[in-house]
């Protein structure tokens, strides 16, 4: 199955939605988009092919279909047929897809990105539908023009479906062990100061191996990459601020020097700071 991981930090663009009705044998055209769609199956079964695998989407479930893969319908619905679909565009800098092995777990210290699995049934399936009711009945408001109440609208929609996903998987692997829940508090208040896994471990009186073993098992990186995406984290709203130099802003963050910085940053965010505070602006620039 592939996922997509979604930088939130620029909203996804809508483009348009609506409600397939079909009474029986509904098959999907086969074709290519250079967006994506995301469908909410209500009734009956959706048969799709997507990447030469064949899915089938019952109520309640969800399905991506991704820009430029092919996708088409494997077979004839049988009896009433029911979806809610929106296309929605991203930025190629935006999104990336990963298939189930390759995707790094999200950590709390990339709170500017979502992630959306390739298909996914909703436990609360009743609110994602009323938000995707909502959805439509703006657009048609607008006579399905892109407006900004839409684009809103359906990055709610990303959000709800990405926020209810994550929940169930931590509530399947249980609650984090107090632990590794004192460290993530005490980097996120305290990124600025020196941090390091052995001050961690002496400020909560763990043994250093013990705590860097237990928090990478629970959140799938290290001690250190959490403190280093915190930080950086921290930078990039900071850049959005053209009056504190990039030095500034280093030393702000917890950075022992801007090489340092520069040098992570880059690292992460394959740009340089200053790459990524002029791209920001004029994203900003450019938006209409």
Known sequence: MLQCRIN?????????????????????????????????????????????????????????????????????????????????????????????????????GEPDALLLPEKGRLSGQKRCS?????????????????????TYAMNLLLLQIS?????????????????????IQWIESHFDQPLSPQSLARQFHYHPAYLTTLFKKHTGISLLTYIRRTRIQAAKNLLMNKNLRVCQIAEMCGFPDEKQFMKLFKKQEGMTPTQYRSAFHQKKINTR
């Open 163 to 183: 926020e209810e996903l994550l929940n169930a998987r931590q509530e399947q692997e249980g609650p984090l062990p107090s632990p590794v829940l004192d460290a």
């Open 130 to 150: 009323v938000l995707f009711v909502q959805l439509l009945d703006l657009a048609r408001r607008h006579q399905y023009r892109q407006t900004l109440s839409c």
């Open 8 to 108: 939130t930090q620029t909203p996804a663009a809508f483009l348009t939605c609506g409600n397939l009705i079909s009474e029986d044998g509904f098959i999907h055209a086969r074709r290519t988009m250079n967006c994506f769609v995301l469908l909410l199956v209500q009734e009956g079964t959706l048969y799709l092919t997507q990447e030469e695998v064949p899915w089938e989407i019952c109520p309640g479930e969800f399905f991506l279909l991704f820009p430029g893969k092919e996708h088409f319908g494997t077979r004839p619905s049988q009896g009433p047929l029911s979806y809610y679909w929106v296309h929605f565009a991203l930025d190629q800098e935006d999104f990336q897809i990963f298939s189930a092995k390759e995707l790094l777990a999200l950590s709390a």
